[in-house]
């Protein structure tokens, strides 16, 4: 199951909501306020070691590898 993010504009809360597929262009319930939240575009964090040090750091957010604007990718959508 897919996890999505969620903002709910009556509290200014982001959370994240592990549902099926077929429920992702469904709002999501606040779980503070309990108000229909809205789907928010999720980023994620990749992170990388440094082979001569060994230490662990973030790499920079690439604005745009996918280059089409849709969150596929590398086609694992199926879309």
Do not use: N, Q, W
Not at 52 to 70: F, I, K, M, Q, R
Request: with cysteine; charged share 20%.
């Amino acid at each position: 199951m897919p996890l999505y993010e969620y903002h709910c504009k009556p509290c200014k809360r982001r959370f994240e909501l592990l549902r099926p597929m077929e429920f992702s262009d469904r709002p999501g319930s606040c779980p503070s306020c309990s108000k229909p939240a809205i789907r928010v575009l999720s980023v994620f964090a990749a992170f990388r070691k440094d082979a001569s040090t060994g230490e662990s750091s973030a790499l920079p957010a690439a604005g745009g590898g996918c280059g089409g604007g849709d969150s596929c990718c590398g086609g694992s959508c199926g879309a």
